[in-house]
């Protein structure tokens, strides 16, 4: 194998991950789903890859994973890899940075595991991180996502006159008994598992999963990750987290009130922070933050928000580490009319000002070091980002015809 010419490319997903989508298409990672294929791993004949149909490991060495693992080497970005890219080089701690500090899977373990093709031996090599999302079956309605992510957008979506092209029984992909076969038999090599959606806490065959964990014994090893909207928080989910040897969920808390309710509809903000109250009161073993999706809606209202939790939310241990003080947040790359791009120049000026603000609000508050650095980190990662291209520009029309017919759809407005 040549000697990379740098290694600042390089990430461990494409050794040891494998990601399924809510079709149930197996795919490089999420962060992929900003390249135009959605990074969607295929056959020698063009067909996607599924973990409703297919053997789990025969993508692995797909001609895409081959790719990727060959130009990860060499120091070369692969389309596919875009986002984190993008991010990196407006000064955002991307996915890739994010998971090189997480494994020891180094890129010299990486040169020791691959042939000249970039192919590797599944077997020799075998997937330790999961990425699984049960379908789109989900009990919010989210603005900025749809029915892709969420069964509850159909009807919405259809008022809207947008088209969805694609079958919902897709979306029942993990019916499938030899997923469950295939997934099951790879628990022993398992030591991180994502878990998002639709909603996974809504997922009943999610909770047979975790009892399988649990009687195997290695719950012990495992590191459980989930992304919900924290609607609802079941006893028997709290009691089988005990088990594992962490848990680790990202609340998708997006503002607090109003805020909140207009990007998360039609949740309601007391039941949400109620259950927040009880997640940071779980056990040790348990840890939490705040998933912060940035948006043209919201993104006023994220300084508001973080003076907030800083200062009235009561949390002791939610967004406690060093590392992520205050929240953890990502940006809103697509839809397009969406993404705080679009918003006009006076308001990004006006938004700016109001991070700068929240920065010297911090400041004046004497918070601990960490905490004065993240919200430096975050105040220019957002405002870098927001102000560094205005290619959204044409979208703004799109974005306030889109608000408008959704707020007569649902009889409400921010």
């Known amino acids: 194998m040549e000697k990379p010419k740098n290694s600042?490319?390089?990430?461990?997903i494409p050794w040891i991950f494998e990601?399924?989508?809510?079709?149930?298409?197996?795919r490089v990672c999420c962060h992929a789903d900003e390249h135009k294929g959605k990074g969607v791993i295929h056959n020698s004949q063009g067909r996607a890859y599924n973990a409703g149909r297919n053997e789990l490991s025969e993508s692995r060495n797909a001609d895409k994973m081959r790719r990727i693992r060959r130009n990860m080497l060499n120091g070369i970005w692969s389309d596919e890899c875009?986002?984190?890219?993008?991010?990196?080089?407006?000064?955002?701690?991307?996915?890739?940075?994010?998971?090189?500090?997480?494994?020891?899977?180094?890129?010299?373990?990486?040169?020791?595991a691959t042939q000249i093709d970039g192919s590797i031996d599944v077997n020799e090599t075998p997937v330790t991180y999961w990425d699984l999302r049960f379908g789109n079956f989900?009990?919010?309605?989210?603005?900025?996502?749809?029915?892709?992510?969420?069964?509850?957008w159909y009807d919405d979506w259809a008022k809207l006159g947008k088209e969805f092209n694609v079958d919902p029984e897709d979306f029942e992909w993990a019916n499938n008994e030899h997923f469950w076969t295939q997934l099951e038999e790879n628990i022993p090599n398992?030591?991180?598992?994502?878990?998002?959606?639709?909603?996974?806490?809504?997922?009943?065959?999610?909770?047979?999963?975790?009892?399988?964990?649990?009687?195997?014994?290695?719950?012990?090893?495992?590191?459980?990750e989930y992304n919900t909207n924290l609607t609802?928080?079941?006893?028997?989910?709290?009691?089988?987290?005990?088990?594992?040897?962490?848990?680790?969920?990202?609340?998708?808390?997006?503002?607090?009130?109003?805020?909140?309710?207009?990007?998360r509809y039609p949740a309601k903000w007391p039941k949400v922070y109620g259950n927040l109250i009880l997640l940071d009161a779980l056990p040790d073993n348990i840890k939490s933050w705040l998933a912060f999706t940035?948006?043209?809606?919201?993104?006023?209202?994220?300084?508001?928000?973080?003076?907030?939790?800083?200062?009235?939310?009561?949390?002791?241990?939610?967004?406690?580490?060093?590392?992520?003080?205050?929240?953890?947040?990502?940006?809103?790359?697509?839809?397009?009319?969406?993404?705080?791009?679009?918003?006009?120049?006076?308001?990004?000026?006006?938004i700016t000002e109001k991070f700068k603000q929240f920065v010297s609000w911090v400041d004046e508050h004497s918070f601990d070091p960490h905490v004065i650095k993240q919200a430096t980190e975050i105040a220019y990662g957002v405002c870098n980002y927001m102000n560094n291209e205005s290619y959204y520009d044409d979208s703004w029309d799109e974005f306030n015809d889109f608000n408008s017919k959704l707020d007569k759809i649902r009889k409400e407005i921010l």
């Not at 990601?19 to 197996?26: E, F, T």
């Not at 407006?90 to 090189?100: C, D, G, P, Y």
């Not at 598992?193 to 999963?209: K, N």
């Open 138 to 152: 989900c009990n919010l309605r989210c603005r900025m996502c749809g029915p892709y992510d969420s069964s509850a």
């Open 8 to 12: 600042d490319t390089f990430c461990p």
């Open 82 to 112: 875009g986002r984190c890219k993008k991010e990196e080089e407006n000064k955002l701690v991307s996915r890739r940075s994010w998971e090189n500090k997480t494994w020891d899977f180094t890129i010299e373990k990486a040169r020791k």
């Open 294 to 350: 940035v948006t043209a809606y919201n993104v006023d209202h994220m300084p508001d928000f973080m003076k907030w939790k800083l200062s009235k939310s009561g949390f002791k241990r939610i967004n406690s580490s060093n590392t992520r003080p205050i929240l953890s947040y990502h940006m809103a790359h697509k839809p397009e009319y969406l993404n705080v791009r679009v918003l006009p120049e006076k308001h990004k000026s006006k």
């Open 19 to 26: 990601a399924v989508k809510a079709n149930g298409d197996i």
């Open 190 to 224: 398992m030591e991180w598992v994502y878990l998002a959606g639709g909603e996974p806490l809504l997922i009943e065959r999610h909770y047979d999963f975790l009892d399988k964990c649990i009687a195997s014994n290695y719950a012990k090893q495992i590191t459980l």
């Open 232 to 263: 609802f928080l079941p006893e028997r989910v709290t009691e089988s987290w005990k088990h594992f040897k962490e848990v680790r969920i990202g609340a998708s808390i997006d503002g607090y009130g109003k805020v909140f309710e207009y990007q």
